[in-house]
């Protein structure tokens, strides 16, 4: 197991970068060079075409985040390192969900998949496919249920999460 993921809880780190080739490699590496492992990934462009925001989940104690953010403030493409953990704010993952339908089971999960306000994109002979948003603990509990279908395929973005109300995460110190 890596170092850092059987210790403390699950992290949200919020990190603006430059918008620049190379800078998701250099952020990865540090956390591959650490031995820490990130339970998961996203990047993308901000309101400010020249900066991306990376979110970054990892487990960890105070003492290994403390160390995860002083490392990554010493990497030049990094404009600021926020912990967000413990931030209120608003945050929200993507699946796509690809289950086996026979007909005899299609009401069934079209009943389970309105409940958990998700949608239904893609409809085969064999199988459909679910978009779902929402927190990671409403996708893995609709995982869960589409599990007896059989789940031929999925993929997940990883968490997104901005701090709620007037508080700009890149602004404040």
Known sequence: MAAGSTNGSSRTLSVLVANKPGVLTHVSGLFSR????????TVG????PDISR????VHGDEQVIEQVTKQLN?????????????QESVDRELALIKVSAKAKDRSEIIQIVDIFR?????VSSESLIIEVTG???KIDALEELMRPFGIKEMVRTGKVALVRGTKL???DK
């Open 118 to 122: 998700a949608k239904i994109v893609d």
């Open 169 to 171: 995460t890149q602004f």
């Open 74 to 86: 010493k990497l030049i493409d990094i404009i600021k390192v926020v912990d967000i953990s413990h």
């Open 135 to 137: 927190s990671i603990d």
């Open 45 to 48: 462009v901000t309101e400010n």
């Open 54 to 57: 990376m979110t970054i989940v």
């Open 34 to 41: 650490r031995g820490y492992n990130i339970d998961s990934l």
